[in-house]
C-alpha cells in the first residue's frame, strides 16, 4: 500500500469514528479462481487426497416453501462407517473439536457415529454472481463494517478472522422465514425446561428480490421479531431486534416487551454475554444462530483449514421422527442420533481484547468451507479453561438453497447441564413463503400485537 493509500484509509477510518484498520480487496487473480478450483463461494472444489472428503456435488433445488422437514433420503438412509468413543478417541483427536474431546473423554456414554460425507451445500446463481462481485469490491473496516457489499457472500477468500464470522452473519437464507425455538435446560439427569418461542425474520442485506447494499452508510441487514408462547410464566415476551453492522448507537436496535410491565423498550442489554431471556443464564445473545451481534470486544485471528469431524446432513436430528424426550438423555444428547462427517473447516480464534470484557476470554470457531455456517465453537473462561461448547448440527435446505443449524446445543462444563436451542422436532418446520407488511418490525405494531 503507497502513502497516499495509506493516508486515505486512516482519514477515512477518522471521519467514520471507526477503529481498527480497512482491509483490501483480494486480486483479480485470486478473484478469477471462484467458480474455477474454487466453488463460487470460495470453498476448494475438489475433495481430498484419500477421497475421504469428496469433490464438491451441490444439491438441485426441490421441495415445497414450507410444510417440509429437512431430508435427503439417499444420505438419511446410511450406516456409520465407524463410531470414535472414548476408548479410541485417541486414533482421531487430531480431527476433533476440544468440545469434542472433553466429551469423548469425560463421558462413557458419549460417542460420535461418523458417516460417508456429502458435500451438497449449495446456493443460487444470484448469490454466486454477487459473492464473486463482492471479492472484488467489498472491504473491511476494523471487525464490524463490511463496505461496498451486496447480497452474496462478503469474504469468498478471506485474509482476516472477522471476515468468516461475516460470511457466517450474511448468508442467505431466504426473503423470509416463520420458524418454532423450541429450548430444552437438560439437567444432568436427563429432565428437562421446555420453552416455545415462534421467530419471525426479514433478509435486507441477503434478499435477492430487495438487496440492501451494506456500505458505511447503510448498515442494516436483518430484522428479527421473537414470541414466547410457552411456559406460562414466561409466555408473551416479544423481543425485537433490526440488527446492523456497525457499533455503539450506529449498530444494532433491539427492544423488550414483558407482560408485567405490560409496554416496550429500548433494550440495549440485547447484547454479547448478557443471558437470553427465559434461558436462565444458559445461552448469551450472541450465542444465539452459534454467534451474532458485534465484534469488536475480541481481536480475530484466522488460523486456517483444518479437516475434522463435524455435525453434518443432520436431517435426523431435526426431523419429525425424533421425540425431546429421545433427545435429551443425561449429560449430553442421545449419542444414537447426530449425524457426523469429515468436512474442511475455516478456524477462527477470537481474544478478548484489551480493556473489555466478556465471560469468555477465548472463543475457537470452526466454519464449514461449502456453508460458511459456524458448526462449533471452543468457549473459554478467565482461567483458560474450556468452560463452555456449542455444537450446531448443519441440514441443507433444497427448497431455498440454503444451510442452517437445527438444533443447536450448548454443553456448559461446570454443571454437568446443556442447553438445546433451535429444534423443531414437534412442531413445524421452516416456513420459508410468508410475507410481512412494511410496519411489522416495528415496536408500535409489536405493542399493538402483545395487547390482543
Known amino acids: 500500500m503507497n502513502y497516499k493509500k495509506l493516508v486515505g484509509v486512516a482519514l477515512g477510518a477518522m471521519a467514520l469514528g471507526m477503529a481498527g484498520p480497512l482491509f483490501a480487496k483480494v486480486s483479480p487473480d485470486e478473484a478469477a479462481q471462484l467458480g474455477q478450483t474454487l466453488t463460487p463461494v470460495g470453498a476448494e472444489k475438489a475433495g481430498n487426497k484419500d477421497g475421504s472428503i469428496p469433490e464438491w456435488t451441490p444439491g438441485a433445488k426441490r421441495g415445497p416453501m414450507s410444510g417440509e422437514f429437512p431430508n435427503n433420503p439417499k444420505i438419511d438412509g446410511e ?44 446456493w443460487p446463481e444470484e448469490i454466486y454472481k454477487a459473492t464473486k462481485e463482492n471479492a ?43 420458524r418454532y425455538n423450541n429450548q430444552m435446560i437438560v439437567q444432568p439427569d436427563g429432565q428437562f425446561q421446555l420453552t416455545k418461542i415462534i421467530e419471525d425474520v426479514t433478509f435486507g442485506y441477503a434478499s435477492i428480490k430487495s438487496p440492501v447494499p451494506l456500505t458505511t452508510e447503510e448498515g442494516e441487514f436483518l430484522k428479527y421479531l421473537s414470541k414466547t408462547v410457552a411456559p406460562p410464566r414466561l409466555a408473551g415476551t416479544y423481543i425485537l431486534v433490526h440488527e446492523k453492522a456497525g457499533t455503539g448507537a450506529g449498530g444494532r436496535q433491539a427492544w423488550l416487551y414483558t407482560p408485567a410491565l405490560k409496554r416496550i423498550r429500548r433494550a440495549p442489554t440485547v447484547c454479547c454475554d448478557n443471558p437470553y431471556e427465559g434461558t436462565d ?25 483444518r479437516e475434522m469431524y463435524i455435525p453434518y446432513n443432520s436431517n435426523k436430528m431435526a426431523g419429525n421422527k425424533i421425540k425431546y424426550k429421545d433427545l435429551a438423555k443425561p449429560k449430553h444428547v442421545n449419542p444414537d442420533i447426530p449425524r457426523y462427517e469429515l468436512h474442511r473447516v475455516w478456524v477462527v480464534e477470537a481474544n478478548i481484547r484489551p480493556g473489555t470484557s466478556h465471560t469468555f476470554k477465548k472463543r475457537v470457531f470452526y466454519i464449514d468451507e461449502d456453508g460458511w455456517n459456524i458448526v462449533a465453537v471452543d468457549d473459554y473462561d478467565n482461567r483458560d479453561e474450556l468452560y463452555q461448547f456449542q455444537e450446531g448440527h448443519l441440514v441443507f435446505a433444497y427448497n431455498i438453497q440454503a444451510c442452517s443449524t437445527i438444533p443447536e446445543v450448548i454443553y456448559h462444563f461446570n454443571s454437568g447441564r446443556y442447553f438445546i436451542t433451535a429444534a423443531i422436532n414437534e412442531d413445524k418446520p421452516y416456513d420459508l413463503s410468508v410475507t410481512f407488511s412494511s410496519d411489522y418490525f416495528t415496536s408500535s405494531s409489536v405493542q399493538k400485537s402483545s395487547t390482543k
Open 79 to 122: 450406516k456409520p462407517l465407524f463410531t470414535i468413543t472414548k476408548a479410541n478417541v485417541d486414533q482421531y483427536k487430531d480431527k476433533l473439536t476440544k468440545g469434542h474431546l472433553k466429551l469423548l473423554t469425560s463421558y462413557d456414554t458419549y460417542k460420535m457415529n461418523v458417516y460417508p460425507s456429502h458435500r451438497v451445500v449449495g
Open 136 to 178: 472484488s469490491s467489498c472491504e473491511m473496516i476494523g471487525t464490524d463494517n463490511p463496505n461496498n457489499c451486496k447480497l452474496g457472500f462478503p469474504f469468498p477468500i478471506p485474509k482476516t478472522g472477522a471476515e468468516p464470522i461475516w460470511n457466517h452473519k450474511l448468508k442467505w437464507r431466504g426473503e423470509n422465514a416463520t
Open 281 to 305: 443464564g444458559h445461552q448469551f445473545y450472541d450465542q444465539v444462530d452459534m454467534f451474532n451481534g458485534v465484534l469488536e470486544r475480541y481481536d480475530w485471528k484466522l488460523l486456517g483449514k
